[in-house]
Each structure stands twice: as structure tokens, then as C-alpha cells.
């Protein structure tokens, strides 16, 4: 006799197993019956290779029985079985990821994740939900592999023997508790088998009769399936607890012929942005499984779907290398994008919450998709787009939204990128186009940045960024004789600035883009923005700093005091000049020269401190800094 310790966190999942209760312990049976399938899965799959596997005693399928006096349920496969290095691996470890998951969210929950055991399902251990002792009893179909017997009471152990199966494959046995002995009554389990494992592809037998349907729900017309049925095969499939978001079933015939259903989760997979994210599409042939993973079926774009794709015209041992270069597997991808892509630009058009859902989860996904232009589908992704806008009070808008609502004089679809999202809404840059009631998309993925450069219009409606180039005067701004004063008089105050400032910035001119503000830092038209600067240094590239344009208000207070004084000859101006760019600097949220500023900042104080002090002798800047604005 050989006992074994459990790993760590199979004992923490089995302690909760065994101590808490369920409302639904049923899906215990889903567990198991879905390992047995697996493991028929990989034998038929296996048997393809080699010849010298053991065979299946009979027609392979899952048989399940029960003991009314023993108070036992058994659950027979005729797949791989476990040699006894599998099922210490197997069966003492956590093999599957949704279980590490679950118990990854035990640590950081503590018990109140309890209550989703029997929703998420932890695989095997699931058996302790409603069996006080569990004993496998296996042979492997490997010709030199002896037949196992594995038992434990759920605790801190297993024991792990020589067994006497004398065909390939798995008897799961499970002695009931007393409190679940209702599941021993094969109208029950008949019952549970319909609810939970319809979707199998073996025949489930329970007592004398098949339980499960005998058509892969994917073969079926759409019209004879109902949602619950897609729901259990994307639970089964996915082993996400929750309903899908939404789904499309494609039966495609003349042309290459497959089909598939394609499910959307509701929330995206933490892995996704991982580059070896693998993409949950499986691929079958004729029901046989040929890959589990066959991501080259979608665009990396649409990486977050998961689901089966069935063909006739797949070649059993394909391997994932070779996957991207068959033309089948190239005509299904390109259709089967088309038609994911028309089934969410539907759901944006019927069901603007669920819709919602979906951006926030994959948006940012979608976006790659622009750049990527992968299947020619650009057009179908550009009506995917959602942003919120300087006007939308948080909500999202399409483009077409805002093309529709254009105002006169508008002219192009303003956008803005600053990854930061806080405060993009707030941006100076913008006071100009809300003062128009001019609507501004708000970019604030860095991805945006790219989707901008390869979108550049939409219908013939140029996307324009706000941050660079100069905006169309109002309609009646130039008639206005105080604005047309104010700007005369910045004039050489600006051009005087240019020079002062040339180290630090491109160029310094008049804003036609602010109300409140005195100053603000553009973009230059056609250079690297500072937003994609910003980007490209989080990722680690190098990237020079270009220089940007300095736009003074002429219509600030300020400005038209400088501008005066500036006018009349009066030096000692070059401080309050730094000011602005400082104060352009930082609203955006960077200083570059802090001690400067600071320098600059306290003189500013002094000046004002001692003006307020009555009968104070006026102090000049030029008193307390140097012309390039150092303390003095
Ligand atoms: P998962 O099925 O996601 O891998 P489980 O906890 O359900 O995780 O099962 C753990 C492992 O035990 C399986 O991966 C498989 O290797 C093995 N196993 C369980 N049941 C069987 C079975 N009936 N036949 C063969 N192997 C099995
Ligand atoms: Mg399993």
C-alpha cells in the first residue's frame, strides 16, 4: 500500500469541498462525464498514431450505474486511463487552469468564494461534493502499463495500488454521503446528464439508456437548437461559469464546407494581452477533435473568442504549424470573421447594454484589428468603434454618431489622445471646440494612437487631431473689435516670446483654441505628438523629444497685461513669459524644469507679497531673477 499527500492547494480545495454546502452539487457528474470524454478524446485521437494502443472493450462511450445498497455510483470510460505516474500527477496536483484559477481566488477571497464551487466546478475533486470516499479504478491504453487503483476519503491523503481492470479505461466510484443519496437513482442522473452534458460527443449511458443527444449540437440547424443547449456547450467548452455575451452558429455549405459556433465570453480572459495567449477554438474533424487550441481560425483580433469549428475538409493531422498555410483553414477564417463581425455590429445596433459589455472588455482589442487590417474588415471594425466624446458625459459615441451631429463649420472629426483618462475631458487644448459646441472623440487608449494613423477618415469625413493645427476662426470673432484689438496687440509680445523660448519649444503663436486658459502646449502638424511619445517611452523605445507649439490666449488677463507692458517697452518681462510655458507644462501634468519654475513661482509670490504689504516699494521680477528666469 502506497500513500501519498495531496499538494497544497488540492488539500485547501478539498478541505472546502468536503466542509461547505451546495446548492449545486449536481454538477458533479458534469465533472466527471466531461474527464471521461477527454480521456475518449485523446484515445481515439492517439490510436490515429499508434497502433499498439490497447482497444476499448466494447463501443467506446461513458456508462454510468449505481448501487442502491452499496450507496455507489460508478462512472466507466473506455478512454486512455492513467498509468500510475498519471494519476500521481493527475489526481494528487491541479491539472486544469480553471481550477488553478479557483484556487488562486480562494487565496485572495479567503471563504467567500465557497458558495461558487458548484458553479465553477473544480474538475475531479467535484467528486467530493457528494461522495465521502472516491475510488478510481484505471488502466492505461499503453501496452506495458499496469492497472491502477487509487481511493481517498478527500483529506489530507490518497492511496495509490495495483488494481484488476483488465480493459483500458477509467471507473470513477463514488460512495455517497448519507445527505446525497437522492443522486443515487439513475431518473436523476438521466435528468442531470440532460442538463449538463446534452453536448457530449461519446453516448452517455445511464442504466440501459443513452441519456445525451447523438448530433454535435454544431451539426444541427440553428433553428433546432435552443440557447440553453449553446450555453451548456460553452460552459462545457470554456469552463467559464457565466452565459456567454452572445454567439453565432455558421453552417456553411458550397464552397468549403464546416461549421462552427463561435461564443463570445462576457468577460475577456486575464492571459489575452499575453503573446502566448492561446485562442480557445477548437478544431474538429467529422467530431473527431484535431486541435484544441486552433487560434490561426481568427484574426488576432478576434483572439477573445472561443468555440468549435467542424470540416470535412480538415486534415486529421494537421498540426498547429502548418494550420495558417492551408487554404481551407484561410477561406474558413476569412468567413468566419465576417461573420463575427456582422453578428457585433448587430448586437451594437439591438442591444446597446450588452454592446457596451463587449467594448469594455475588447475594445482595445477591436482597435488592433484597424491597424492590423487583418481580412480587409476595416469597415466592419470602424463601425465597432465606441469613445466618449467632450460631449457624451462619459457615455460612448460612434463615429458615425459624431459625423451625424457635425455642426457648421466643423468640418472634420476632431479627436484628442492623452492617455490620461482622468483628466483628457479636461484638456486646455479643448476649451476652443467647446466654446463652438464643436464635439471632440476623447482617445485614451494608447492604441488609439495607431488606430488614427491608419484610419485617417471615415466616409470621406477626415478624422483631425485637436491638438495640432490652428482652428477656424468663429464666425464672428474677427468682427469683434476687442478680440481684434487684443490679438494686434499679442502680436509682438508672441513674436518676441518665439525668440525667447526657441530652445524650448517649436514655435509660440496666437490660440484661437482657449477661453480660459492663458497658454497651452500643441502638437506640431505632421511631427511625433506627445501623447505617442509618451507611449513609446512606456514601452521602452527610444524616442527624441520633438519640440511643440506654444499658443498664448490673447484674451487672458494676463497675456493682455504682458502684452501691454510689453508694447510700452518695459523689460524684465522674460520671467512671466517662462510662466506661461510652465503653466502649460503643468497643466498637462508635467514639469520639465521644476527648479526653475519653483525659482520663478516664488518670485512671483515676493512680487505680489510685498505689492499687498501697503506702502511696500514695488519690486520688479527683475530684482529677484535673471532674464532665463534663475532665482538671482
Ligand atoms: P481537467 O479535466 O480540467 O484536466 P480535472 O481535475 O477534471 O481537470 O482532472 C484532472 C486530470 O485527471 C485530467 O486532466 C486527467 O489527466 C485525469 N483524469 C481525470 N479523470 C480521468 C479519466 N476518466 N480518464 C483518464 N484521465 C482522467
Ligand atoms: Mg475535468
Not at 431518473?187 to 440501459?208: C, T
Not at 492617455?419 to 479636461?426: F, P
Request: overall charge negative; charged content about 30%.
Amino acid at each position: 500500500m502506497e500513500s501519498h499527500r495531496f499538494e497544497a492547494d488540492v488539500r485547501q480545495i478539498l478541505h472546502l469541498v468536503t466542509h461547505s454546502l451546495y446548492s449545486d452539487r449536481e454538477i458533479f457528474l458534469r465533472e466527471l462525464i466531461s474527464n471521461a470524454s477527454d480521456a475518449l478524446d485523446r484515445a481515439r485521437f492517439e490510436g490515429l498514431s499508434r497502433p499498439d494502443l490497447r482497444p476499448a472493450a466494447g463501443e467506446p462511450g461513458v456508462k454510468i450505474s449505481v448501487d442502491k445498497d452499496q450507496k455507489t455510483i460508478t462512472i466507466s470510460d473506455d478512454g486512455v486511463g492513467l498509468t500510475h505516474e498519471q494519476a500521481v500527477e493527475h489526481l494528487g496536483t491541479i491539472a486544469r487552469s480553471g481550477t488553478k484559477a479557483f484556487a488562486n481566488m480562494l487565496k485572495e477571497r479567503g471563504e467567500t468564494a465557497e458558495g461558487l464551487i458548484g458553479q465553477f466546478g473544480v474538475g475531479f475533486y467535484s467528486a467530493f461534493m457528494v461522495a465521502e470516499k472516491v475510488e478510481v479504478r484505471s488502466l492505461s491504453a499503453l501496452p506495458d502499463a499496469a492497472p491502477i487503483h487509487w481511493v481517498s476519503d478527500g483529506g489530507e491523503a490518497y492511496e495509490l495500488t495495483t488494481g484488476d481492470r483488465a480493459d483500458r479505461g477509467t471507473d470513477v466510484i463514488l460512495h455517497l454521503r448519507d445527505e446525497a443519496i437522492e443522486f443515487c437513482d439513475t431518473d436523476r442522473l438521466r435528468e442531470i446528464v440532460a442538463k449538463h452534458s446534452d453536448y457530449v460527443q461519446w453516448p452517455v449511458i445511464v442504466g440501459e439508456e443513452r441519456a445525451n443527444q447523438d448530433a454535435a449540437l454544431w451539426t444541427r440547424s440553428p433553428s433546432e437548437v435552443e440557447d440553453k443547449e449553446y450555453i451548456a456547450l460553452y460552459k462545457h467548452i470554456s469552463g467559464d461559469w457565466q452565459d456567454p455575451l452572445t454567439w453565432v452558429h455558421v453552417r456553411a455549405e458550397g464552397g468549403v464546407e464546416y461549421s462552427a459556433i463561435i461564443f463570445i465570453p462576457k468577460k475577456r480572459p486575464w492571459e489575452l494581452d499575453r503573446l502566448d495567449y492561446k485562442v480557445g477554438l477548437k478544431l474538429f474533424q467529422k467530431r473527431i477533435k484535431v486541435l484544441e487550441n486552433a487560434g490561426d481560425l481568427v484574426p488576432r483580433y478576434l483572439r477573445f473568442v472561443t468555440g468549435v469549428v467542424d470540416s470535412a475538409e480538415i486534415d486529421l493531422n494537421m498540426s498547429r504549424e502548418i494550420l495558417q498555410q492551408t487554404p481551407v483553414v484561410r477561406s474558413i477564417r476569412k468567413q468566419l470573421t465576417k461573420r463575427v463581425l456582422r453578428k457585433l455590429v448587430e448586437l451594437s445596433r439591438t442591444d446597446a447594454d450588452a454592446y457596451t459589455t463587449f467594448w469594455e472588455e475588447y475594445g482595445h482589442i477591436i482597435k488592433e484589428g484597424i491597424h492590423e487590417d487583418g481580412e480587409g474588415a476595416k469597415d466592419q471594425l470602424t463601425e465597432l468603434l465606441r469613445y466618449p466624446t467632450t460631449t457624451s458625459d462619459g457615455g460612448l459615441r460612434s463615429l458615425a454618431d459624431v459625423k451625424k451631429d457635425l455642426k457648421d463649420g466643423q468640418e472634420h472629426l476632431w479627436y484628442f489622445t492623452s492617455v490620461d483618462k482622468e483628466r483628457i475631458g479636461k484638456a486646455a487644448a479643448l476649451e476652443g471646440f467647446k466654446k463652438r459646441g464643436w464635439e471632440v472623440i476623447l482617445m485614451s487608449d494608447p492604441v488609439d494612437e495607431w488606430v488614427v494613423m491608419s484610419l485617417r477618415e471615415v466616409e470621406g469625413t477626415a478624422l483631425k487631431n485637436a491638438a495640432t493645427g490652428e482652428l477656424p476662426p468663429l464666425p464672428d470673432e474677427d468682427e469683434d473689435p476687442i478680440t481684434k484689438a487684443a490679438k494686434e496687440q499679442a502680436t509682438p509680445l508672441v513674436s518676441w516670446m518665439g525668440g525667447l523660448l526657441s530652445k524650448d519649444v517649436a514655435e509660440v503663436r496666437l490660440s484661437s483654441r482657449l477661453t480660459d486658459s492663458p497658454s497651452v502646449l500643441v502638437d506640431r502638424e505632421g511631427g511625433m505628438g506627445a501623447n505617442m511619445e509618451r507611449i513609446l517611452r512606456a514601452a521602452n523605445q527610444q524616442v527624441s523629444a520633438t519640440k511643440r507649439v506654444l499658443e498664448v490666449n490673447p484674451e487672458h488677463p494676463m497675456v493682455k497685461t504682458l502684452a501691454r507692458l510689453n508694447a510700452d517697452g518695459q523689460t524684465g518681462l522674460e520671467p512671466f513669459a517662462r510662466l506661461l510655458l510652465d503653466h502649460a507644462a503643468i497643466s498637462e501634468g508635467r514639469l520639465d524644469d521644476p527648479e526653475g519654475f519653483a525659482g520663478r513661482l516664488q518670485a512671483l509670490m515676493e512680487t505680489a507679497a510685498r505689492g499687498l504689504a501697503a506702502g511696500a516699494a514695488p519690486v520688479t521680477p527683475t530684482e529677484v531673477l535673471n532674464a532665463d528666469g534663475s532665482p538671482a
